[in-house]
């Protein structure tokens, strides 16, 4: 990974953190919580039960997106060894184009796209999950949204570039593909 490829990954986990930081998150109310297709349960608050039509990929949003833009991207949880920021609803996608490894390259996560990492940094964003009031989630994206690394979701929600042209969205609903 090179120096500048690694100091844009550090950015966006930093501008997340950054924004995060001292805010709380909402409690889901018991008729929001519904069951995902792989048995964990999930907060329909958050999660579309339809896939929104329009969706970009993450790489064409990184392109055009303007700040405070309403956007619909579609990615796979990844990018990094851990994709998901604990203690909130909080992780990153890569471009569906952008192939990821596999267990028969020797890779054994496969999700941290290392044998394409030169073409990662042109294809990610950080996915926020924000309630109503804008403030981002405090929870587990993973039991929350029911979604896991290389899951392709298909987010809504209004995007943010800091100075370097990283892409972040806070996102009020994500859509989980099934079977992907």
């Not at 907060?43 to 405070?68: C, H, L």
């Not at 979604?147 to 995007?159: F, I, N, P």
Request: hydrophobic share 35%; proline share 5%.
């Amino acid at each position: 990974m090179t120096f500048k490829m690694m100091k844009s990954l550090a950015s966006m986990i930093t501008l997340t953190l950054a924004v995060s930081v001292g805010c709380g998150g909402t409690e889901s109310e018991s008729e929001n919580v519904v069951e995902s297709a792989v048995g964990s349960t999930v907060d329909s608050a958050f999660v579309s039960d339809t896939e929104p039509a329009g969706a970009v990929p993450v790489g064409t949003a990184r392109e055009s997106v303007e700040n405070d833009e309403q956007v619909t991207l579609v990615g796979k949880i990844g990018g990094s060894q851990q994709p998901f920021v604990d203690g909130l609803a909080a992780f990153t996608i890569v471009d569906p184009k952008v192939p990821h490894c596999s267990s028969d390259e020797g890779c054994p996560t496969p999700w941290d796209y290392c044998c394409t990492m030169n073409q990662v940094k042109d294809n990610i964003a950080t996915v926020k999950m924000v309630d109503e009031s804008g403030a981002p989630v405090a929870s587990d994206a993973k039991s929350l949204l029911g979604v896991k690394e290389l899951s392709t979701v298909v987010v809504t929600g209004s995007a943010k570039r800091d100075s370097e042209g990283n892409l972040t969205v806070a996102a009020t609903k994500v859509f989980v593909r099934p079977g992907e």
